[in-house]
């Protein structure tokens, strides 16, 4: 396993397509279904873990590439100062210093209002004790509180508290909420979302990452309703999705990032919501095979690296350092150091002009 230039670059190139492939399927009428949920949910994740694992695995491939890519490298390599410092140096101080000042900023807020919460009193009555028994919540282990939010939410996997809007709820549409916001407990979808977080503060420059965070949350809402509703009559489906459409702007929600909600903002979302739940219909077989294909190439990806590939000089060029010049085998990959710089991949060198170093 090794870290390069080509691992990121590869990594980054297949985690914007595959994002922008789901987020294309996720707005493809009657291709979202029960039957295609799971396999979007993974092609998710899948993305999620090349961001997060971004080096040469041992069954990967290398794809080199003599245009292109050996340009946008020697472009990381440009040096000021008498080499002491080069774009790559200046682009990672600039990607690391912003990583971490976001990170301590998101944090502060977290736990700035994780601290208000924890003020406010608990709601707790027979009504919402026993339908929080009903859905096989242990006793005290989510905690319900009330607040002036656009919708209920859940927050944090490890102590989870729901939140209720300051609207009058009855008792089926509170059992509705309720059911929706333990099963995203259940379901795990809290440690998704912090992932997701994560993945935004470290990769603040990528806009689609944040395309992720939106299908993260389009992903686990849609999940949800079918699981709650596939068993329902349609009678009491019309009644979950009535107090869906109540829920919907009720107030204002500061933390987004960090919550799950019943409802968002986006009409686009609830109708898209709305029409699932209603029509839940198998998807043709065209649609599945689009799902499948989107799957096959996000797995097959992972096979994939693609280097910069730079020919081994010819006899006219100038080695300023020859005891610095030099092959390093590195776990069967051969990479060309011509006065101590790290030129890039190339074959398996044929000349005995340089020596072949093994790295240890």
């Not at 300051?166 to 979808?189: A, G, I, P, Q, T």
């Amino acid at each position: 396993m090794s870290f390069t230039f080509g691992t990121f670059i590869s990594n980054l190139f297949f985690s914007c397509v595959f994002i922008f492939s789901i987020t294309v399927l996720l707005h493809i009428k009657k291709i979202v279904s029960d039957k295609t949920i799971k396999i979007i949910l993974v092609c998710i994740l899948l993305s999620i873990l090349r961001l997060f694992v971004p080096i040469e695995l041992f069954f990967t491939k290398s794809l080199r590439f003599s245009k292109l890519l050996p340009d946008l490298y020697d472009v990381f390599k440009i040096s000021f100062l008498d080499g002491r410092i080069n774009v790559k140096k200046i682009l990672t101080f600039l990607w690391v210093g912003v990583a971490v000042i976001k990170g301590i900023f998101e944090l502060y807020k977290y736990m700035h209002f994780r601290t208000l919460l924890d003020v406010i009193p608990n709601i707790s009555n027979k009504e919402t004790d026993d339908l929080l028994r009903q859905l096989g919540v242990p006793e005290n282990k989510i905690q319900i509180k009330q607040l002036d939010v656009f919708s209920p939410v859940i927050l944090d996997p490890i102590h989870p508290v729901i939140i209720l809007p300051k609207k009058f709820l009855s008792r089926k549409e509170l059992f509705f909420v309720l059911e929706h916001e333990v099963n995203h407990y259940k379901h795990h979808d809290l440690w998704l979302k912090f992932i997701v977080a994560f993945l935004e503060i470290i990769y603040w420059w990528n806009p689609f990452v944040m395309l992720l965070h939106r299908q993260v949350n389009t992903i686990t809402e849609i999940n949800n309703d079918i699981t709650i509703t596939k068993n329902m009559s349609c009678e009491e489906q019309l009644e979950y999705l009535h107090c869906l459409l109540k829920m919907a702007d009720s107030g204002k929600m500061e933390l987004r990032r960090h919550v799950l909600a019943f409802t968002e903002n986006d009409k686009s979302n609830i109708r898209q919501r709305f029409d699932i739940v209603l029509n839940n219909e198998s998807p043709s077989k065209r649609a599945k095979c689009l799902v499948y294909i989107v799957l096959v190439f996000t797995v097959g990806s992972f096979f994939i690296n693609f280097e910069p590939d730079y020919p081994v000089p010819q006899s006219g060029y100038v080695i300023t350092d020859r005891d610095n010049t030099y092959f390093l085998n590195k776990e069967g990959k051969y990479y060309f150091i011509i006065n101590g710089i790290n030129i890039g991949m190339v074959e398996k060198p044929k000349t005995q002009e340089f020596p072949i170093i093994m790295e240890k």
